[in-house]
């Protein structure tokens, strides 16, 4: 990947607090997880700019010559995210492929489907001739970076390990919890909070899978 893994996980970190419904707009979208991070990162590094020459605004540098934005466009960022998670999902209905969905977001779908069409790797028609691979190798670090979900339901009752990583996530969400390692009344109350705050459904106290990766 064209960054250094130190680099990107500055750039997750930062971004992550900072706007934290990202990974609530992928999970809505079906995306993959973290792929808005990747796609963020090779478009400005994770930064709320104007870009590519003055034409690119945003997270993800939506394109004013095809999108009609401008610098209001900037106030939002989880405008811009829902913005470019509906341009990935829409790409991966058309295309039925994760790489070829990300490549149609920098080249635009109809250059995709024409190097397609010739039997050509979509990359070769996006900047710099690699946009999806590096895309898909930022995200595939990313994703190595987080605690990877034990594969049981996490509730009232829980202990150890998991719960206290649980009860740390939720103090950064704003959560006044001690880090005892006790699923206990407090913190099922607050992962409730966690799950309202994200659109979670349902708003049960319990942390699954879709709960863990919100979280992480």
Same mark, same amino acid.
């Given at each position: 990947?064209?960054?250094?893994?130190?680099? %990107?996980? @500055?750039?997750?970190? @930062? $971004?992550?607090?900072?706007?934290? #419904?990202?990974?609530?707009?992928? &999970?809505?979208?079906?995306?993959?997880? %973290?792929?808005?991070?990747?796609?963020?990162?090779?478009?400005? !590094?994770?930064?709320?700019?104007?870009?590519?020459?003055? *034409?690119?605004?945003?997270?993800?540098? @939506?394109? !004013?010559?095809?999108?009609?934005?401008?610098?209001?466009?900037?106030?939002?960022?989880?405008?811009?995210?829902?913005?470019?998670?509906?341009?990935? $999902? $829409?790409?991966?209905?058309?295309?039925?492929?994760?790489? *070829?969905?990300? &490549?149609?977001?920098?080249? +635009?779908?109809?250059?995709?489907?024409?190097?397609?069409?010739?039997?050509?790797?979509?990359?070769?028609?996006?900047? +710099?001739?690699?946009?999806?691979?590096?895309?898909?190798?930022?995200? $595939? *670090?990313?994703?190595?970076?987080?605690?990877?979900?034990?594969?049981?339901?996490?509730?009232?009752?829980?202990?150890?390990?998991?719960?206290?990583?649980?009860?740390?996530?939720? @103090?950064? #969400? +704003?959560?006044?919890?001690?880090?005892?390692?006790? #699923?206990?009344?407090?913190?099922?109350?607050?992962?409730?909070?966690?799950?309202?705050?994200?659109? %979670?459904?349902?708003?049960?106290?319990?942390?699954?899978?879709?709960?863990?990766?919100?979280?992480?």
């Amino acid at each position: 990947m064209k960054i250094s893994a130190s680099e %990107l996980d @500055r750039q997750y970190d @930062r $971004a992550n607090e900072t706007w934290d #419904f990202i990974k609530a707009v992928e &999970a809505n979208r079906n995306l993959p997880r %973290l792929v808005l991070f990747a796609v963020g990162s090779r478009e400005s !590094n994770l930064r709320n700019i104007v870009g590519d020459g003055g *034409h690119g605004y945003g997270v993800w540098q @939506r394109d !004013n010559r095809s999108w009609g934005v401008d610098r209001k466009y900037l106030d939002s960022v989880l405008t811009q995210a829902r913005d470019a998670g509906d341009l990935l $999902a $829409a790409n991966f209905k058309r295309f039925e492929n994760w790489r *070829h969905a990300i &490549a149609a977001y920098n080249a +635009g779908a109809g250059a995709v489907a024409r190097a397609l069409r010739d039997k050509k790797d979509p990359d070769q028609v996006t900047t +710099g001739r690699d946009y999806s691979r590096d895309v898909w190798e930022r995200r $595939a *670090h990313l994703v190595t970076q987080l605690p990877v979900y034990p594969g049981d339901l996490i509730k009232r009752g829980s202990d150890g390990a998991n719960v206290r990583l649980i009860q740390k996530r939720l @103090r950064r #969400f +704003g959560a006044e919890l001690e880090l005892d390692g006790d #699923f206990g009344h407090m913190t099922e109350d607050a992962v409730k909070d966690f799950q309202q705050q994200r659109l %979670l459904l349902p708003t049960d106290g319990i942390v699954g899978f879709k709960t863990w990766s919100q979280l992480f």
